[in-house]
């Protein structure tokens, strides 16, 4: 067999992530199962990074693409009208709950969050922004450039100016450990300082995951967001949530997570999911907004018939099949085993997350420090056990757990086996 990592390495950025000490190369998929090029096969529980909403191999969605396929079109630009987006642009504007909302579709998150501080920075006339700590938005110029990470800020260099706020990680928070209003009120006080100390107050807007993704799948207590909002408004600044991860119904409870907040912001991007491995994005906001540009402006491959049409065939499977009730229900004992496991195992120093979107934080044991070997360990012993997951987190300690929606009972206690298993060998080398 070829050195397909070799050739990779000879030809890609050697930025270019790579998962475990031997990367694998998925040949073939269906359910929640995936096989590699040597034939072994693995339970999936990180989706192509979320994006494989409802698994693979899906009759619906492949015949919706066929369908169009069959057409010859595969491509004709924003130029043209293009019935399927029109008809996705309508039920997104429609579930997103925003006023007069219209939508612009992209070809990924990234796409979607630049359009977005574009938008918010032209109707604001400022190119001042707020965003949280330990975020991560993209890896474009001004997403970088928001992006309260290190590992994944590539540059100094932005188009716009950033304020970080806390309270998307609780675990590190210096507010760790107070009750959650009390958590909130200090939260809201620091915004108003940041407010008052770094910025010249004309602000464009602040951009949040409601649950952060590369982060290490932390989020803040609900209600959160909306005292944060209420603070925004008294100074016109515009809200934009990151639905990239949380959106269509991942998180359980909501079908967006900005939802779990009682808020609606100005303007929501999404991604991933939506496709189920094909290439969408966008961003849905109010009117007004969106229509603030006055150049002219397409997009080439946005919002293009197969993507839209496959598009529209995964989100009526979604709503068809309740799959954010299966969420909700299978991210409980999801969430319960972990915190049965962590129990046995102090080298988890924290389970949280919600619906189908968990995550694990490793420390060293009898403190929070840090146990980033500790997460790679489980990385490499899962994947032997026959289970992928995904690894993140500002200290790039935390193993990230979002399998498909359609995830069923049974691949769950088996995924919970293999993991208590590879924990217990991480634990074992502290």
């Known amino acids: 067999m070829d050195r397909l990592i070799d050739r990779h390495r000879a030809v890609l950025p050697n930025w270019l992530a790579l998962y475990y000490s031997d990367p694998l190369e998925i040949v073939h998929a269906h359910g929640r199962r995936v096989t590699d090029s ?18 693979y191999d899906v009759a619906e969605v492949s015949d919706a693409v066929r369908k169009q396929l069959d057409t010859g079109i595969l491509h004709t630009s924003t130029l043209y009208l293009i019935r399927s987006q029109v008809e996705l642009a309508e039920e997104i504007a429609k579930l997103s709950g925003i006023p007069d909302a219209k939508v612009f579709f992209t070809n990924s998150g990234t796409e979607a969050n630049e359009t977005a501080l574009m938008l918010a920075t032209q ?8 965003a949280m700590r330990n975020s991560y938005h993209g890896r474009a110029f001004a997403t970088v450039g928001i992006t ?17 706020v806390h309270g998307g990680y609780p675990y590190r928070s210096p507010f760790k450990g107070m009750s959650d209003a009390d958590y909130i009120a200090a939260c809201v006080d620091d915004l108003r300082d940041v407010l008052q100390t770094a ?15 590369v982060g290490g799948f932390s989020s803040p207590p609900d209600g959160l967001y909306a005292a944060f909002a209420e603070v925004l408004a008294e100074h016109g600044i515009l809200f934009i949530s990151d639905e ?7 998180t359980g409870s ?31 906001a109010r009117g007004d907004i969106m229509d603030c540009l006055s150049a002219n402006s397409i997009s080439t491959f946005g919002g293009n018939p197969v993507a839209t049409v496959g598009a529209h065939a995964v989100l009526d499977y979604l709503r068809e099949h309740d799959l954010q ?7 409980d004992r999801l969430l319960s085993g972990l915190r049965d496991i962590s129990v046995a195992n102090p080298v988890v120093g924290d389970v949280r997350g919600k619906g189908l979107m968990v995550g694990v934080e490793f420390v060293e044991p009898g403190g929070t420090t840090p146990a980033p070997a500790a997460a790679a360990r489980v990385l490499e012993e899962t994947r032997a056990r026959g289970l992928l997951v995904g690894k993140g987190g500002l200290h790039n300690n935390v193993i ?30 502290r």
Request: proline share 4%.
């Open 123 to 130: 109707y604001r006339r400022s190119n001042q922004v707020l």
């Open 400 to 429: 990230r757990l979002a399998p498909p929606m359609t995830l069923t009972g049974e691949e769950l206690d088996e995924a919970l086996g293999i993991l208590g298993e590879s924990i217990a060998v991480a634990g074992e080398d």
């Open 148 to 164: 309260g990470n290190r590992g994944w800020s590539a540059s100094a260099l932005s188009p716009v100016r950033v304020s970080y």
């Open 38 to 55: 040597n034939g072994k096969t693995y339970l999936d529980f990180f989706a192509g990074i979320l994006t494989n909403a409802l698994g």
């Open 325 to 331: 009730a299966n969420a909700a229900a299978l991210g």
């Open 244 to 250: 990239v991860q949380t959106g269509w119904g991942r």
């Open 254 to 284: 909501h079908f967006w997570g900005i939802e779990a907040h009682g808020v609606t912001p100005d303007m929501m991007t999404f991604a991933k999911g939506l496709g189920n491995g094909l290439a969408i994005g966008g961003v849905v």
């Open 199 to 213: 910025t010249s107050g004309d602000v464009a807007c602040m951009i949040a995951e409601p649950i952060q993704g």
